[in-house]
């Protein structure tokens, strides 16, 4: 099985994380001998995890090189490293934020409207355009303690 590969060349391709070393004549010999012990249909986790261990152990680095050889042999890497759940051990990507309905941005406007007339009314100045800036983060804070949006969060939710 070995000799479909030509081990007399070096398989090098650039990886876009790391430098990619070319397999050895024992690496290929161990990834060969290691697969033709299995059978490419009923492949189980427990033999997913026996190849990544082996293929570690003989410092075999996950890589196009390795992809390449395995595939010419018959195996997907990525179904066998999929198998192994080599990225199970990475905790899921947060949900994303709830989006804000129509009803939710109008109540805020009108919150954010009556308090500013408040301030204005209850100050020296004649509009808003007159309230100090300790008076307008003031309104601000309150908006946000109001409806539950932390700091450094936008009051509306622009993304779709």
Same mark, same amino acid.
């Given at each position: 099985?070995?000799?479909?590969?030509?081990?007399?060349?070096?398989?090098?391709?650039?990886?876009?994380?790391?430098?990619?070393?070319?397999?050895?004549?024992?690496?290929?010999?161990?990834?060969?001998?290691? &697969?033709?012990?299995?059978?490419?249909?009923?492949?189980?986790?427990?033999? @997913?995890?026996?190849? &990544?261990?082996?293929?570690?152990? @003989?410092?075999?680095? /996950?890589?196009?090189?390795?992809?390449?050889?395995?595939?010419?042999?018959?195996?997907? @890497?990525? %179904?066998?490293?999929?198998?192994?759940?080599?990225?199970?051990?990475?905790?899921?990507?947060? /949900?994303?934020?709830?989006?804000?309905?129509?009803?939710?941005?109008?109540?805020?406007?009108?919150?954010?409207?009556?308090?500013?007339? %408040?301030?204005?009314?209850?100050?020296?100045? %004649?509009?808003?355009?007159?309230?100090?800036?300790?008076?307008?983060?003031?309104?601000?804070?309150?908006?946000?303690?109001?409806?539950?949006?932390?700091?450094?969060?936008?009051?509306?939710?622009?993304?779709?």
């Amino acid at each position: 099985m070995i000799s479909s590969i030509n081990a007399g060349s070096s398989i090098t391709m650039p990886s876009s994380s790391r430098s990619e070393k070319a397999l050895t004549e024992d690496q290929l010999t161990l990834i060969s001998d290691t &697969l033709s012990e299995l059978d490419t249909d009923n492949l189980t986790t427990a033999d @997913a995890l026996s190849i &990544l261990e082996t293929f570690s152990d @003989a410092g075999i680095e /996950p890589g196009k090189a390795m992809e390449s050889t395995m595939s010419e042999l018959g195996f997907d @890497a990525q %179904e066998i490293g999929d198998l192994a759940n080599v990225e199970g051990d990475r905790p899921p990507p947060p /949900p994303p934020p709830p989006s804000q309905s129509s009803d939710e941005i109008s109540s805020m406007a009108s919150y954010l409207e009556e308090l500013l007339e %408040e301030t204005v009314a209850a100050s020296e100045a %004649e509009s808003i355009d007159e309230l100090s800036e300790e008076q307008r983060f003031s309104v601000y804070a309150q908006v946000m303690e109001k409806f539950g949006i932390e700091e450094g969060d936008s009051l509306i939710d622009t993304t779709a």
